[in-house]
């Protein structure tokens, strides 16, 4: 065959091939991931301005913005990606200086993560920095071992959490001392307006107490204690009472399971100098009666006109009532078909801002509702996802934290109804906003016929030709998914890798399965999900199908991964679907809900031999209902994922699971990241993680490209 023909041949065979073969992507997984996350909005008490985080590639800082230029300010100067947390802000009273903590487990308060491998644990600390300081870092100051720090809006006294315990300092890290031993832990210190008293409460083996320490003669006093767990201490406005909630205490069950009613929870008020306590509200029965939080700085408001407003799920959806703080009918202010999520009270008290999924259920966007009546008003729309109001002090600016499908959190202010992005300059030049595909909304059904929620990530110029595909389940499980980058930092990142498979020429399904939030308390609580029954499985299942039986999909090339819960349910897909799913890959997941100890609950004392039946009967339904009990059936190979400091779920769930695969002959990889926890921490393991991801499905799935 002469040369020519033998070329012409050759392009002839090429071109029958799908395109997904040659893919190479148009951006690295370096690339998706360089873009900074903005969160934890905090306006300062007095004046126009506020402070964030922001994480850029694992170098987290504090930012400020004021007016009237509204220019993002860098007021720390930590350069490495150290694994090192910032959370816990804290302005001064006049807006001066921020507080902050640095470092330690933020999540689960347990022993100090170390995941750069320092010789030497690193510390959780305290730090100061000045709002206004130049140049930059030159006024930041490490002050103190601690953590939740709150600060006096009388004169700076700081008190602090240490071990659980009280102290108190002054702004410069001078004076600290131990002001408060009791047993069980103190958290969520709130002082009163005139900076006298510190309420708290106090936590303790199944009840919690709600707790004042007076400054003048450092006397403790509990305040209508029970058996219940008291919490969420709020002052009224002059100081003479706090109102708090009432949840009633419950023996833990075995792992997660559906709560849809219970004993109902209730709202008290208690007159501070008598100490006499009385219920100003109290859940009916059936839906509702199982509280169920906001993100707040506080479950309980007390606004103006001695009204508090709170979250209920009366109506199967997490909404806002008020009531009068000395008791009466409940006003529904958040009417609709959507859960209120975010939630923030304006300085004035008049105003609430929060943000939902009310009119589109998928999204998320900004609302506000006036104490005095009048109905909501949404204050954005579109495509994009707007969360976290935070009203000014002293100028009728909201500042806000915003996402879309091509542009990851960050910062905005809203004036008179004109929006502004902030820190746009934090974008790396390479960040690749043009070249990601915008996620279509789809519903698919699951194998016993209940509609699921999803997002579908195409990939370019698709041409009609069969690609392979992946199903993604997020982690939580209450969570929720969205068209474009999420508003939590873990999901954040799982989103970008969902664009980089689907640049990498994969069709991939992320799944909004069943427990997980945004469409209800009755789908939240599923009937029989987790360790009650795994009835997330038939969403597993429902996905696979969805995408085998799409014109663009190989069937034989569908993989599946996840973490954390969505490590779980790939491991479930993996033990019983193995014909399905071709290949996956498991962060961190649960895979033996009886063996997870820490929710396993406690086994009943004494000889009742009703209550050891039952527990037996229970840790037996957690087992089958778990990856383990089926692992006879596992026949994919999977790449295990996790970190070895591991304190949401036990690495010893991927140790179990790796023997289990090696006595069956089963294929698996592994990626461990020995101290690191299970967020991950270094933005080098989120890359490392995702990379390793991605050559796997390569492999195993025959496809081309890389990160």
């Not at 997870?596 to 037996?620: F, I, S």
């Amino acid at each position: 065959m002469k040369f020519g023909q033998f070329m012409k041949t050759l392009f002839c065979l090429l071109s029958l091939l799908p395109p997904y073969l040659f893919a190479t992507g148009t951006f690295t997984l370096n690339q998706i991931m360089s873009a900074p996350f903005a969160s934890a909005p905090i306006a300062s008490p007095t004046g126009a301005k506020v402070a964030w985080l922001e994480n850029e590639q694992g170098k987290r800082n504090v930012y400020v913005a004021a007016a009237p230029d509204w220019k993002a300010k860098r007021i720390t100067n930590f350069a490495k990606d150290d694994g090192e947390e910032i959370a816990d802000l804290a302005w001064a009273p006049d807006a001066s200086y921020l507080l902050f903590v640095r470092g330690g487990d933020l999540e689960t308060g347990g022993d100090n993560p170390n995941p750069e491998l320092s010789s030497i644990t690193p510390e959780q600390e305290i730090w100061s920095a000045a709002a206004d300081a130049s140049p930059l870092g030159s006024a930041v100051k490490k002050l103190t071992v601690g953590y939740g720090p709150a600060v006096s809006p009388a004169g700076g006294l700081v008190a602090f959490l240490k071990g659980g315990q009280i102290f108190t300092m002054q702004p410069n890290g001078e004076d600290a001392k131990n002001v408060v031993t009791q047993k069980g832990h103190a958290g969520d210190l709130h002082w009163s307006h005139d900076g006298q008293s510190l309420a708290f409460t106090t936590t303790r083996p199944g009840h919690s107490l709600i707790t004042i320490y007076s400054l003048a003669d450092k006397s403790l006093r509990y305040l209508d204690a029970s058996t219940d767990h008291d919490t969420e201490p709020v002052w009224s406005p002059d100081d003479t009472h706090l109102a708090y909630l009432r949840i009633p205490s419950v023996s833990p069950t075995i792992g997660p399971a559906p709560e849809r009613e219970g004993e109902p929870w209730s709202i008290r008020v208690v007159d501070v100098k008598s100490g006499a306590a009385r219920p100003v509200f109290r859940a009916a029965e059936g839906t509702g009666s199982v509280f169920h939080a906001v993100t707040a700085t506080q479950q309980v408001m007390w606004a103006d006109g001695a009204q508090l407003v709170f979250p209920w799920e009366r109506n199967g959806w997490c909404h806002l009532y008020s009531v009068p703080a000395h008791g009466g009918t409940p006003i529904e202010l958040t009417p609709g078909e959507g859960e209120v999520e975010a939630v923030s009270l304006s300085s004035d008290r008049k105003t609430i801002y929060f943000n939902s999924n009310i009119g589109d259920i998928d999204g998320r966007h900004l609302w506000s509702v006036a104490l005095a009546g009048g109905p909501a008003k949404q204050l954005t729309s579109g495509e994009r996802i707007d969360w976290a109001p935070t009203p000014l002090s002293d100028e009728p600016a909201l500042f806000f934290l915003s996402s879309s499908f091509n542009q990851k959190a960050h910062p905005m202010i809203r004036l008179s109804g004109k929006e502004q992005s902030l820190a746009d300059e934090l974008i790396p030049a390479d960040f690749p906003a043009a070249s990601l595909v915008k996620p279509q909304p789809v519903t698919i059904v699951a194998a016993d016929g209940m509609h699921i929620h999803g997002q579908l990530f195409l990939p370019p110029n698709a041409n009609g030709e069969r690609h392979p595909a992946l199903a993604f389940f997020h982690g939580g499980s209450r969570r929720q998914m969205l068209l474009g980058f999420h508003y939590m930092f873990y999901y954040s990142n799982s989103y970008a890798m969902n664009q980089f498979l689907a640049s990498q020429g994969y069709v991939v399904l992320s799944v909004n399965y069943r427990s997980g939030i945004g469409y209800g308390m009755p789908f939240r609580e599923a009937l029989n999900y987790g360790a009650h029954g795994g009835s997330e499985y038939n969403d597993v299942v429902g996905a696979g199908l969805y995408l085998k039986n799409r014109a663009d999909v190989d069937p034989a090339r569908i993989g599946l991964w996840g973490g954390s819960y969505g490590g779980y349910l790939t491991a479930m897909g993996l033990s019983r679907a193995s014909d399905l799913f071709a290949a996956g890959v498991d962060f961190h997941g649960v895979h033996d809900w009886s063996s997870l100890r820490d929710v396993t609950g406690t086994p009943p004392a004494g000889g009742d031999p009703k209550a050891q039946r039952e527990y037996q009967e229970a840790l037996r339904l957690a087992f089958e209902s778990s990856p383990m009990a089926t692992v006879d059936s596992w026949k994919s190979p999977v790449l295990l994922i996790h970190g070895d400091d591991d304190r949401n779920v036990s690495f010893a769930q991927t140790e179990v699971l790796a023997e289990a695969l090696r006595a069956r002959r089963v294929e698996f990889e592994e990626l461990i990241f020995p101290n690191e926890i299970h967020d991950f921490l270094r933005h080098e393991h989120w890359l490392e993680a995702y990379q390793a991801t991605a050559a796997f499905f390569a492999r195993k799935l025959n496809t081309r490209g890389g990160p």
